[in-house]
């Protein structure tokens, strides 16, 4: 049995994600699919309108595996890969899954990176998915 935390911040993301789970899931596994917003001012109903579709577009993909599927919006005013790892914590994951963008040095430097975050720090195996721009 493995229990794997899956991130994902649109539906976009979430089809590549639902893809390659269904791929890798058993019957005993638990998913635990998270989308994570800082909250505040910054937080628009629209974005958690579109973090519940992302979350439920991965639910609804593995519907039909047999795999228990939980899903999580998580406003608590952390970075998502803060929020990634606190919940990995939280559930006792085994490992990560998160999408990942080809992105140019300087736009990790001005936007960031969750999964490159992820990576270095994770103290579990990190899943990437690589996602189409």
């Known amino acids: 049995m493995t229990t794997l935390v899956v991130g994902t911040d649109a539906v976009e993301s979430s089809e590549p994600l639902a893809e390659y789970l269904a791929t890798v899931v058993d019957e005993d596994d638990t998913v ?24 439920e577009a ?45 992105r140019t040095p300087v736009g990790k430097v001005v936007f960031g990176s969750t999964g490159q975050n992820l990576l270095l720090g994770a103290d579990r195996p990190v899943r990437c998915v690589p996602l189409v721009e």
């Open 32 to 55: 635990y699919v998270v989308n994570s917003l800082l909250g505040g001012d910054d937080t628009t109903g629209e974005a958690i309108r579109n973090g519940e579709e992302a979350i």
């Open 58 to 102: 991965v639910a609804d993909a593995l519907a039909d595996r047999r795999v228990a599927v939980e899903t999580h919006q998580l406003v608590r005013g952390n970075e998502p890969v803060e929020d990634l790892l606190t919940f990995a914590d939280e559930v006792d994951a085994d490992e990560f899954v998160v999408g990942i963008r080809k």
